[in-house]
């Protein structure tokens, strides 16, 4: 079984191709950083636009890479959701009219659902089930991982994804887009301690997040103490503490609700440094089997959509639509186990 | 010489298959289902045909301009046929496509082809039929306010598409008598992309799957900070 994958959900364009027995043969990425970042976001014409010009280019690119033929391929699978609609429309077009052309099943992928299963792919792969932390510029979620397609969800945000707070602070803070990795770099040389943020909605009970006030609260602290290098740094610096360890404040009660003794951690944020310091030492004192895909698979890329699609055409899943359907939004707990 | 076309940048949404000068089309009007129905609609008519694609001599759509989504999903989807069974596309636009389809149906020879292009814009070209019959540009197409479309050579002209519905004062006071009627109900259909796609194959207007892009003629879509 092998199987090209497809992301086209945001500014990312990105393919690759999983084999069954072989592991990831190839994979590359177009990224999109550059051009939105006059505008200080992604602009979503501007990625569509973006996404038809570079995605069959790199077809073929990692095709040649894989060394495979079309002959090769058993399977299409493609990112349907959830993004931006004209983003992942052209995703949906390309992989749908290529899977009948090649007369293989094109399958529609989870985003979100190719993350959570990034670490599968590596060779320390948790075993099931699992709690999951997803954290990217769109999501921010807890979930209890029973299988593949078995996803419950236990808390999410309520408002801004913390990737999405991190990038809202950092424009705020004057950092380029996307602002998150470049707050982080800043919070460095910050003075832990002479700000303090809140940490919201650890006070009460439950698993859900609230990351919109945090942007306030940045404003607020530049206006009272000026916006010099220094306060800067000090205001990165506390704004991700107050981040990180509302995330490790409910993976902890994640753990003891669930009592789950593995943790994977996989979307955008999972690269923060910090995040994962903390995360160690947490679950070291839980007995806490710790899973994060490789840097480079923590946020958006190809290789996670070949994947999972790969473990659920090998499970037996046929799709049977020829339809071009992308969703916006899209529950993680409408999804299925793999079913023939 | 057998060629597949698809047009899906306005509200219509059609495939057409053309096989050694016979044309079937399927063609619907169904604004915001054309992800969904274009690839049924190709499937039927390979499959009345006994044709598939690698049978096929060359892909043709409709690259716009038109509604950027529909642009895009004719483009995508072309592109993975094209890729997928190693075959040439022919970018046709989309007003010209529309211009063809008024010249064989209405026998129109001058057509001033126009789509809505909100925002106060219509998507404009002229197209006079040459020697063989078919329908050539002349002058440029653009994206501008109907008010300021470039006035055609003296002479009866014929108006066709949805600009014709939106901006008809302003196009009339532009253009005044050289208006000898319009059709505002009429739409680009696959059939006449084919069509054109046929003349322009022979004409070396090929390319390769990755450079069959879209046509937006509309590009100032989002504005910088620094703007």
């Known amino acids: ?340 | 010489m057998k060629l597949l076309a698809i047009d899906t940048s306005t509200e219509a949404c059609s495939a057409a298959l053309y096989v050694d000068n016979e044309v079937a089309e399927c063609f619907r009007i169904a604004p915001r289902e054309h992800a969904v129905l274009i690839l049924p609609m190709i499937e039927q008519l390979l499959g009345d045909a006994g044709l598939s694609l690698n049978r096929l001599d060359a892909l043709a759509f409709g690259r716009g301009p038109g509604s950027f989504t529909g642009v895009r999903i004719a483009a995508g989807v072309i592109q993975g046929l094209a890729y997928g069974a190693a075959l040439p596309v022919v970018p046709v636009s989309s007003l010209a496509a529309l211009a063809e389809g008024v010249r064989r149906e209405r026998q129109q020879s001058r057509v001033l082809a126009a789509f809505d292009a909100r925002i106060g814009e219509v998507y404009w070209g002229a197209y006079q039929a040459d020697e063989p019959g078919r329908m050539v540009l002349i002058g440029e197409e653009q994206v501008c306010p109907p008010k300021v479309v470039p006035e055609p050579a003296a002479g009866a002209w014929f108006g066709a598409g949805s600009g014709w519905r939106a901006y008809i004062d302003a196009l009339t006071s532009r253009l005044g008598n050289r208006v000898a009627g319009f059709d505002a109900e009429c739409y680009p259909h696959a059939a006449d992309v084919a069509r054109l796609a046929v003349a322009g194959l022979a004409a070396g207007q090929a390319v390769d799957a990755e450079r069959a892009l879209p046509v937006y003629l509309r590009d100032n879509v989002a504005r910088k900070m620094s703007d």
């Open chain 1, 1 to 340: 079984m092998r199987v090209l994958g497809i992301e086209t959900s945001c500014d990312e364009t990105a393919v690759a191709v999983y084999d069954e027995a072989a592991g990831l043969l190839a994979h590359a990425l177009h990224s999109q950083v550059e051009l939105h970042r006059d505008y200080g976001g992604v602009v979503p014409e501007l990625a569509s636009r973006d996404h038809v010009r570079k995605l069959l280019p790199l077809v073929t690119a990692v095709m040649q890479q894989a060394r495979s033929v079309p002959e090769d391929i058993d399977g299409i699978a493609y990112t349907a959701g959830p993004g931006l609609v004209g983003a992942l429309l052209v995703g949906a077009s390309v992989a749908q009219s290529m899977a009948f052309a090649w007369r293989v099943p094109a399958l529609a992928i989870h985003h979100m659902e190719g993350h959570l299963l990034a670490p599968l792919m590596e060779a320390d792969a948790p075993a099931f089930p699992f709690l999951a932390l997803l954290v990217s510029g769109g999501h921010t979620q807890l979930l209890r991982v029973a299988g593949i397609g078995a996803y419950r969800l236990l808390g999410e945000s309520l408002d801004d994804a913390a990737g999405e707070a991190f990038d809202k602070t950092a424009k705020l803070l004057g950092l380029a887009y996307p602002g998150g990795p470049a707050l982080a770099r800043l919070a460095a040389n910050g003075v832990p301690g002479r700000f303090v943020f809140p940490r919201p909605m650890t006070h009460r009970q439950g698993l859900d997040f609230s990351f919109s006030g945090l942007k306030t609260f940045a404003a607020n602290t530049v206006q009272q103490h000026g916006d010099d290098a220094q306060a800067r740094a000090d205001i990165a610096c506390a704004f991700q503490e107050a981040v990180v360890d509302t995330l490790v404040i409910k993976c902890r009660r994640a753990i003891a609700q669930t009592g789950l003794k593995r943790l994977v951690v996989a979307g955008g944020v999972s690269a923060n440094t910090l995040l994962r310091e903390r995360l160690a030492t947490l679950a070291g004192r839980e007995a806490v089997a710790l899973y994060y895909p490789r840097l480079e698979f923590c946020t958006d890329n190809g290789a996670m959509i070949a994947y999972a699609g790969c473990r659920r055409l090998a499970a037996g899943e046929a799709p049977a639509t020829r339809d071009i359907v992308v969703r916006a939004r899209w529950d993680m707990q409408q999804l299925r186990p793999p079913a023939a």
